[in-house]
C-alpha cells in the first residue's frame, strides 16, 4: 500500500513537471535553437532540434525526478541501517517500459521519414536523381549553382550565366536554389551552416541538394570533411542578397572573369583534370 501510493506521488510529480515543461521548451527553447532561419532547409532543421528536444525532456525529467524522489523519500536516518525489501521485478512496470520505448522509436522513425521525403529533404545532398527536389518558389525559375570542391577551396559556377566560376558564394533571396556539388580530387563536405546545407563533395559525382534563402545577410560555409593539410582554411562567408543586386552581382562576375573563361572547362556535372604529377 505504502509502496503504490509511493508511485501515485512520484509519477504526479513527473507528469506535472513533464506537462509544463515540454511546452515552454518549445516555446522559449525553440527558436534559439541552430542554424536559424536564414533559409527553409535552416528552419526545417531547427523544428527537427525542437521537436527531438521536446520529446527529450520528459524523458530527462522521469530520470531526474526519479533520482530527486527516491534521495528524498527512501533516505535511511539514524545510525541503523535497514536493508530495504528484496525486489524480484514488476510485470507492469517492464510492459510499460517497453510500449514507451517502442512508441518513441516509431514516432521518430515516422517523423524522421517523413522529414526527409519532404520537399528538399532538409538541405541535405541527395545524390544525382532527388528524391524530394524543391520547386521553383515566387514566380522565379529554379537558379542551378554548381559547387566545386578543391585542395583547399570552394568555387562556384553558375550554368544560366553563361558557366561563369566565381570564388563566392552569392544567392538571390527569396528564390530557390538547386545546388550540385562536386569535387575535382578528394572527398571534401560543402557546409552552408547559416543555411542548413550540407552536402558531400565526392569526385565524379553530381550531388544535388536544395535551398531556398529566405532572409538577406551573410553565412558561413566550410569544409566539414578532412580533406588535407590545408583543410582548417577552406572556409568562406557566403551572402543573400536581393534580386536586383544578384543581376549586378553577376553582371560583373562575368564581365570580371571573362578573359579566362575560354580556359574553363565547358560547364558539366562532374569533371575529371588529368593529374598533375605522376604518383610513387
Not at 529533404?121 to 532527388?130: D, F, L
Request: hydrophobic letters at 45%; a positive charge; glycine letters at 10%.
Amino acid at each position: 500500500m505504502q509502496m503504490s501510493r509511493d508511485f501515485r506521488r512520484f509519477l504526479a510529480i513527473w507528469l506535472g513537471a513533464s506537462v509544463v515543461s515540454t511546452p515552454l521548451v518549445a516555446i522559449f527553447l525553440g527558436p534559439h535553437l541552430p542554424p536559424g532561419n536564414q533559409a527553409d532547409a535552416a528552419a526545417g532543421q531547427r523544428l527537427d532540434f525542437t521537436v527531438s528536444t521536446a520529446l527529450a525532456t520528459p524523458i530527462l525529467l522521469l530520470i531526474l525526478t526519479l533520482l530527486g524522489f527516491v534521495l528524498v523519500v527512501f533516505r535511511q536516518t539514524g545510525s541503523e541501517i535497514v536493508e530495504g525489501p528484496r525486489i524480484h521485478g514488476h510485470r507492469g512496470a517492464q510492459i510499460a517500459w517497453i510500449v514507451a520505448s517502442v512508441a518513441i522509436v516509431a514516432g521518430l522513425f515516422g517523423f524522421t521519414t517523413w522529414r526527409l521525403l519532404s520537399p528538399g529533404a532538409a538541405g541535405s545532398g541527395q545524390g544525382p536523381t532527388p528524391l524530394s527536389p524543391l520547386a521553383a518558389s515566387h514566380g522565379k525559375p529554379v537558379l542551378p549553382v554548381q559547387v566545386i570542391g578543391q585542395q583547399w577551396q570552394f568555387t562556384y559556377r553558375y550554368p544560366t550565366y553563361g558557366g561563369v566560376e566565381t570564388p563566392h558564394l552569392v544567392l538571390p533571396v527569396d528564390r530557390t536554389v538547386e545546388l550540385h556539388v562536386t569535387s575535382l580530387d578528394v572527398i571534401h563536405s560543402f557546409w552552408a551552416y547559416g543555411l542548413g546545407v550540407k552536402a558531400d563533395a565526392n569526385p565524379g559525382v553530381d550531388n544535388v541538394a536544395y535551398v531556398l534563402p529566405e532572409r538577406l545577410g551573410t553565412f558561413s560555409i566550410r569544409c566539414a570533411e578532412l580533406c588535407g593539410i590545408w583543410h582548417g582554411d577552406m572556409f568562406d562567408t557566403g551572402r543573400v542578397v536581393t534580386g536586383t543586386a544578384f543581376s549586378s552581382w553577376i553582371g560583373a562576375q562575368r564581365r570580371l572573369f571573362a578573359p579566362i573563361q575560354h580556359d574553363l572547362p565547358r560547364y558539366s556535372r562532374t569533371y575529371l583534370p588529368a593529374p598533375q604529377r605522376k604518383g610513387g
